[in-house]
Every structure is written in C-alpha cells, then in structure tokens.
C-alpha cells in the first residue's frame, strides 16, 4: 500500500491492484486537475503542462499526469492548489491563447470547449502579446471533418488516436517551434482512411476539428439528447441522438465500457442526413396498385382488408424481415405468421439461413463479455473482416495486443481475409483447407492452440455465405478438437436482429422464387421479384422496384419507436422513439397488433401481449450427424468489401458515398502495416 496527501488529506491506494499516475489517482479522488493532452484511452503525451502540481521534496512543478504513484511517494504530499501551481496555469493559458483566435461566437465548439472552461477559471482578462499572430491553413481532411488548424493547440490527441486505437498513420506532427502544426504527410491526402475518424471531433478539446454536417446548425444547451442504438454494429452500441424540434443535429456516442467504451463507427455518426433525402420518397398513405397498372390511396382500414384478403388467397408466401425490427415487433409478426401456419421466413440478409441450430443457446450467444477478452492469450479470426464487419470489436481487439512495453502478449491468428492489423499477427492464408488441416493436428499452428490457456475464436459470416458449413457443428469441432469452452467461440452475425430472431426461434429459408405467388417484405429492399408474385411492400420509401409492387404500408423509421435488440453478448439493449413522424405513417408494430387483434380476437391490449409467442423450438424432430461435409478448397472471401454500401439508409447518405469515392480515389505509395 501507498500512504500519501493530497491538499492534506491522506489517501492510500494499492499499487500492485492498481497502476496509477498522479492525474489518475486525483480523479479517482474526486479531485479535478486541469488537462488537455491526458486521455484514458491514449498513451500518455505530456503536450499541454496543464496539470502541473507541487510534490514536495521536488524542486520544480511536475506534470500530474506523467508520474507515476509507486514507493517513492509514500508519506509524500501532493498540492493541487497553491499559488504557485495557479500562477504556473495561468503562464500555460496565456502561451496557449497567444496564436488562438478571437472566433468564439462563430465555433461549434462553443459551449463543450475545455479551452473556454479552463480560459474562465486560469486565464487573464487581458493578453501581453503585441506580435504577429501565426496562421495555420485550413486543412482538408475529407467531407466529414471541419479542421481549422489555427485553433489548434497541439494536444496531439488526434494523431494518438489514429496510430493507437485506429491503427492508421495518416495524421502526424509536422514542423517544430512556430512552425509546429498537424497535418497530413502528403497533399494528395485529403481524405483519413478509417471507420472511426470522426472520433477525432469528440477527442479535440477546442474546435479545431468538428464536424461538417454539424457547423452552424446549433448550441448544445439547444439540443435534446435521446437515448438510441447503433444498429450498424454488431455490437448495437449505445449512442445519443440530439434533435432540435425533429430534426436530428448530430449522433454521439454514449460511453459503455462493456461495449463501445466512447468510440462511435463514421457509418453511425454521419449517416443521418440521409433521412431527409429519404423523407422527400417517403410514403405518405397505403396505396394498392389497379388491375390498370395505376395506384390508388387507401385509408388505413382499407389497406388493412385488402392486406387480409390478399394473405388469405395466396397460400404460397414468402417473408422478408429488415435487419432493424426490433425483438417485440419480431415476437408479434411470428404470432401473426403462426397463426396462418407460416413458420420459414427469409431474412434480409440470409446470413444464418439455416446454419444454426436455435434450440440451444450455446450455438448462437455467448456469455462472454469484452472485458473478459483482456484475459484471452490468444485470438483466432476465421473467415472474417474485423475491420468493416465490427470496427469497434476490432479496435478492441487490436488495443489489447500490446502491454504497456509494446511488445507482443497475445497472438493474434487470422484465417480469411486479410485485413490491416498488427505487424506480429500471423496470417494463414485464406484457403478453408488450412482449417481442416488445423482440425487433423498437421498445421504448424496447432502446438500454439494447443498449449493456449485460455483462447479466444471468432467465426466470421463468411464461413456461411460462401460454405455450407453449419456454425454448431463448427462450434462443437472447435470445442472438442482444440479442448476450448464453446463460450470462448463467438459467431459474428449481420443485421441487429439477428439474434433477436434466433432468440425467438425465427426459422429461415432461402428466397423461393419459384415456389411464391406472394412476397410481404417488412422495411426491406432487398429482394428481387418474378412475373405474376403478389408483392406487399411495408416500409419507409418507394424503392426501386415500386411499379411492380401491389401494395404499399407505409411504416416509420427504425428510430421513430422504442427499440429492443438483442446485442453479440446476450444483452437486452433499449432505445428511445425521436418524434420524426409524417401523418398517416404507422409504426410496424401498431400495424401488425391491429391485424392480430382481428386475426386471435382479442379483447384489449393485454390479451394480445400474452397471446404472442417467445421461443418455439425449429429442430424439434431432426437429427443431423455432427460431421462436417464442405468443399475444403473453397476461399473464404470478405461479403462486406463494401464498408459504405451495406444498407439502403446508408447508399442514401450523400456524405458518406461521396466520402466511399474519395476513399476508393485514395493513391499513395505508403507501405501498410500488414
């Protein structure tokens, strides 16, 4: 144990629990101490001097956050607060406000700025700087992030976060003395190749960096902040949607450190402006299409009966669930479709089409958790692309390959697609031969396995679009073959209702075309059509098969009602509804409670909820070998080459398309770290 004051108040804490530096023990405490620089998630800089406190016995003013508490300081005291300490922050304030700029009124960082915070509690009331100012020109850093490097003040948060966490070096310090500033290495470089920049926005302490779509559209003290999910993410993180009247201003991230920890995917923060795009096709009032080939508007009761009759006539129907149906509406449609006899149902992505066996948990959900990750010595990824099927595991993953000497303490294997990671990662190839020759112990990579403590196995979608491998008997394979817990083995699904639909026992089929003369797709648009197929479309636009669709129900967006998902972990996670509503348009659930309170002949609303059905098992009878039989020589290729392109909100977010070209226009000569 550590015995020492801070302002005369004794302390103690034990160093070999915790490893911590003066900064961090003063926060633990209570105690708030100036800084611009220091960051939990980054690696210590020591830029700003901002946390300087008096240690006694010491000379000089130390940085708090770059010392750290261990033996030396016991019986020591620590002062936060003298006036030599107050008079050393305001000389570290004026040098900062030397070259910033007088633009408070116009920065969207007005409000949240610890510049502004800390100019009010440490600054003067007047500058002693009579020379010239100095300049920086304004940086060009793609269509998502505003840089206006003059404001900057070399806290060099960006540039750590990049290289540390998002493993890319596209921003670093150029320059030194006056000449210092932050840029890009190249001028051809205008655009910063990763799926998590804009968290450089967040991590700036002044207005340097923010965000485009944001500038000048508001005050934080506007904003309402709702609680919300990323549905993009595998994960479903928690993020905050701030609305002003029922416009969305800006998406942030709300820090969960079982999850997200306080980073947010660009595909989430910028995707929003491509509601009001698709608000201008949105469907206003059901429409049925006329023998005529002509669409008429229906009222609500009407479009119900012809929705009842047309289900009724045409016994052969096919289903599509979006990938953003949240578990209760999910629930309602299977008591629905149950009802009518319907138990196969297509998914929009078809990406566990009947590869799982839901009737046992163990095949689906985990109970791990990423924190428990910290204590796997070893991560095998097969058939999978971290870096643009979950970006946010992958930094997790990624930052937990080093300890604090930067040396290698976990190994990291990757089978499939080879995708930007560390330099000491060892890749297999990815051929599905070398996993069977793993199984057959003659791969050198078995004795590694083998003697790992306790690994750590992901399985990517790739193994069940490209095979016809079935995940529970893969997960039984790893499990008896390598002696690993089947929770240590975690299948990385798409669509956040995934395992909602797997939890609710949602069996899925492979789109029948020939075999459907009616297809009821609910806010999908993936799907193709056949000549003669009655179509029902439920959703929010008129896509681009709308001639040949019959008849139109027009629903709300996924965020206009409360959410619940099932996240990778086995979690429940809960949103809140955001007021973005036209007339006439119904929320999916609303729509098919009213169907089913017709359909089971409920009384009220109570009797409905506890008629609809949970789980119902889907291999009850069956029996299936627990043998593997797959084409060895098949090459597990990425499904999601397209990080911008997997989802109809996002092909409609003009942002984030134009910033896909500019990232596909991206030439240099740089050598990556793979």
Same mark, same amino acid.
């Given at each position: 144990?550590?015995?020492?004051?801070?302002?005369?108040?004794?302390?103690?804490?034990?160093?070999?629990?915790?490893?911590?530096?003066?900064?961090?023990?003063?926060?633990?405490?209570?105690?708030?101490?100036?800084?611009?620089?220091?960051?939990?998630?980054?690696?210590?800089? @020591?830029?700003?001097?901002?946390?300087?406190?008096?240690?006694?016995?010491?000379?000089?003013?130390?940085? +708090?956050?770059?010392?750290?508490?261990?033996?030396?300081?016991?019986?020591? %005291?620590?002062?936060?607060?003298?006036?030599?300490?107050?008079? +050393?922050?305001?000389?570290?304030?004026?040098?900062?406000?030397?070259?910033?700029?007088?633009?408070?009124?116009?920065?969207?960082?007005?409000?949240?700025?610890?510049?502004?915070?800390?100019?009010?509690?440490?600054?003067?009331?007047?500058?002693?700087?009579?020379?010239?100012?100095?300049?920086?020109?304004?940086?060009?850093?793609?269509?998502?992030?505003?840089?206006?490097?003059?404001?900057?003040?070399?806290?060099?948060?960006?540039?750590?976060?990049?290289?540390?966490?998002?493993?890319?070096?596209?921003? @670093?310090?150029?320059?030194?003395?006056?000449?210092?500033?932050?840029?890009?290495?190249?001028?051809?470089?205008?655009?910063?190749?990763?799926?998590?920049?804009?968290?450089?926005?967040?991590?700036?302490?002044?207005?340097?960096?923010?965000?485009?779509?944001?500038?000048?559209?508001?005050?934080?003290?506007?904003?309402?902040?709702?609680? @919300?999910?990323?549905?993009?993410?595998?994960?479903?993180?928690?993020?905050?949607?701030?609305?002003?009247?029922?416009?969305?201003?800006?998406?942030?991230?709300?820090?969960?450190?079982?999850?997200?920890?306080?980073?947010?995917?660009?595909?989430?923060?910028?995707?929003?402006?491509?509601?009001?795009?698709?608000?201008?096709?949105?469907?206003?009032?059901?429409?049925?299409?006329?023998?005529?080939?002509?669409?008429?508007?229906?009222?609500?009761?009407?479009?119900?009966?012809?929705?009842?009759?047309?289900?009724?006539?045409?016994?052969?129907?096919?289903?599509?669930?979006?990938?953003?149906?949240?578990?209760?509406?999910?629930?309602?449609?299977?008591?629905?479709?149950?009802?009518?006899?319907?138990?196969?149902?297509?998914?929009?992505?078809?990406?566990?089409?009947?590869? %799982?066996?839901?009737?046992?948990?163990?095949?689906?959900?985990?109970?791990?958790?990423?924190?428990?990750?910290?204590?796997?010595?070893?991560?095998?990824?097969?058939?999978?692309?971290?870096?643009?099927?979950?970006?946010?595991?992958?930094?997790?993953?990624?930052?937990?390959?080093?300890?604090?000497?930067?040396?290698?303490?976990?190994?990291?294997?990757?089978?499939? &697609?080879?995708?930007?990671?560390?330099?000491?990662?060892?890749?297999?190839?990815?051929?599905?031969?070398?996993?069977?020759?793993?199984?057959?112990?003659?791969?050198?990579?078995?004795?590694?396995?083998?003697?790992?403590?306790?690994?750590?196995?992901?399985?990517?979608?790739?193994? %069940?679009?490209?095979?016809?491998?079935?995940?529970?008997?893969?997960?039984?394979?790893?499990?008896?073959?390598?002696?690993? +817990?089947?929770?240590?083995?975690?299948?990385?699904?798409?669509?956040?209702?995934?395992?909602?639909?797997?939890?609710?026992?949602?069996?899925?089929?492979?789109?029948?075309?020939?075999?459907?003369?009616?297809?009821?797709?609910?806010?999908?648009?993936?799907?193709?059509?056949?000549? &003669?197929?009655?179509?029902?479309?439920?959703?929010?636009?008129?896509?681009?098969?709308?001639?040949?669709?019959?008849?139109?129900?027009?629903?709300?967006?996924?965020?206009?009602?409360?959410?619940?998902?099932?996240?990778?972990?086995?979690?429940?996670?809960?949103?809140?509804?955001?007021?973005?509503?036209?007339?006439?348009?119904?929320?999916?659930?609303?729509?098919?409670?009213?169907?089913?309170?017709?359909?089971?002949?409920? &009384?009220?609303?109570?009797?409905?909820?506890?008629?609809?059905?949970?789980?119902?098992?889907?291999?009850?009878?069956?029996?299936?070998?627990?043998?593997?039989?797959?084409?060895?020589?098949?090459?597990?290729?990425?499904?999601?080459?397209?990080?911008?392109?997997?989802?109809?909100?996002?092909?409609?977010?003009?942002?984030?398309?134009?910033?896909?070209?500019?990232?596909?226009?991206?030439?240099?000569?740089?050598?990556?770290?793979?």
């Amino acid at each position: 144990m550590i015995n020492f004051k801070i302002n005369e108040i004794e302390y103690e804490i034990d160093e070999k629990k915790e490893d911590l530096t003066i900064l961090q023990a003063c926060l633990k405490f209570g105690i708030e101490i100036p800084r611009f620089c220091f960051h939990e998630k980054l690696t210590i800089a @020591g830029n700003c001097r901002m946390c300087l406190v008096y240690v006694t016995n010491n000379e000089k003013l130390v940085a +708090a956050c770059g010392i750290p508490l261990d033996q030396d300081f016991d019986d020591e %005291v620590i002062c936060t607060e003298v006036d030599e300490i107050l008079k +050393a922050r305001e000389g570290v304030m004026e040098f900062l406000l030397i070259n910033h700029p007088l633009d408070c009124p116009i920065c969207d960082q007005g409000g949240e700025c610890d510049l502004q915070d800390q100019t009010m509690l440490y600054g003067l009331d007047a500058g002693r700087f009579y020379m010239n100012k100095r300049a920086v020109e304004v940086k060009n850093f793609g269509l998502l992030i505003k840089a206006i490097m003059t404001r900057c003040i070399h806290c060099t948060r960006c540039v750590r976060f990049l290289t540390e966490v998002a493993g890319i070096h596209d921003l @670093g310090v150029l320059g030194r003395g006056y000449k210092m500033e932050i840029g890009t290495y190249t001028q051809n470089n205008t655009v910063l190749n990763s799926e998590l920049s804009g968290n450089i926005i967040d991590l700036c302490p002044v207005g340097a960096l923010t965000s485009q779509m944001y500038a000048f559209k508001g005050r934080p003290w506007e904003l309402k902040t709702i609680k @919300g999910l990323d549905v993009f993410d595998p994960l479903i993180s928690n993020v905050n949607f701030q609305v002003k009247g029922v416009s969305i201003m800006r998406i942030l991230p709300k820090v969960n450190d079982d999850l997200n920890e306080e980073w947010l995917t660009d595909k989430m923060r910028f995707h929003y402006d491509s509601y009001k795009i698709m608000n201008e096709t949105r469907l206003n009032f059901p429409k049925f299409k006329l023998v005529n080939n002509k669409y008429i508007t229906l009222d609500w009761k009407r479009a119900i009966k012809v929705f009842f009759n047309s289900i009724f006539i045409n016994k052969k129907m096919n289903v599509i669930f979006g990938s953003k149906i949240s578990y209760n509406t999910l629930a309602a449609y299977k008591t629905f479709f149950n009802n009518l006899g319907l138990n196969q149902y297509i998914t929009e992505n078809n990406l566990f089409v009947k590869k %799982v066996n839901y009737d046992f948990r163990e095949n689906y959900l985990n109970k791990n958790t990423l924190k428990n990750i910290e204590t796997n010595d070893l991560v095998f990824l097969i058939g999978l692309n971290l870096r643009v099927e979950s970006p946010l595991l992958n930094i997790r993953l990624r930052n937990l390959n080093f300890n604090e000497n930067q040396e290698l303490n976990k190994k990291i294997i990757i089978l499939g &697609n080879k995708f930007f990671w560390k330099k000491d990662s060892i890749y297999l190839g990815s051929k599905l031969i070398t996993l069977f020759s793993i199984f057959e112990g003659r791969h050198n990579i078995c004795q590694q396995l083998i003697t790992s403590k306790n690994p750590l196995i992901f399985l990517g979608s790739s193994l %069940v679009s490209k095979t016809s491998i079935h995940i529970g008997k893969l997960k039984s394979f790893l499990s008896n073959y390598l002696n690993i +817990a089947k929770d240590n083995i975690i299948y990385l699904v798409h669509g956040a209702n995934n395992l909602s639909a797997m939890e609710l026992g949602i069996f899925t089929e492979k789109f029948n075309e020939k075999d459907c003369s009616l297809l009821y797709s609910i806010d999908s648009n993936e799907f193709r059509i056949k000549k &003669n197929m009655f179509v029902i479309y439920q959703g929010i636009i008129n896509t681009y098969l709308n001639n040949k669709i019959n008849l139109y129900l027009p629903s709300k967006f996924h965020f206009e009602e409360n959410l619940e998902f099932i996240n990778l972990f086995g979690y429940k996670t809960e949103s809140q509804a955001i007021n973005y509503s036209i007339k006439n348009t119904i929320k999916g659930h609303k729509i098919i409670s009213a169907v089913l309170l017709h359909l089971i002949k409920c &009384n009220n609303k109570v009797e409905l909820k506890e008629s609809i059905v949970g789980f119902s098992f889907t291999a009850f009878n069956s029996f299936e070998r627990n043998e593997l039989k797959v084409n060895k020589y098949l090459t597990l290729n990425n499904i999601m080459a397209d990080y911008y392109g997997t989802d109809i909100i996002i092909r409609n977010s003009i942002k984030l398309q134009t910033h896909r070209k500019m990232i596909n226009n991206l030439k240099n000569n740089f050598k990556d770290d793979n």
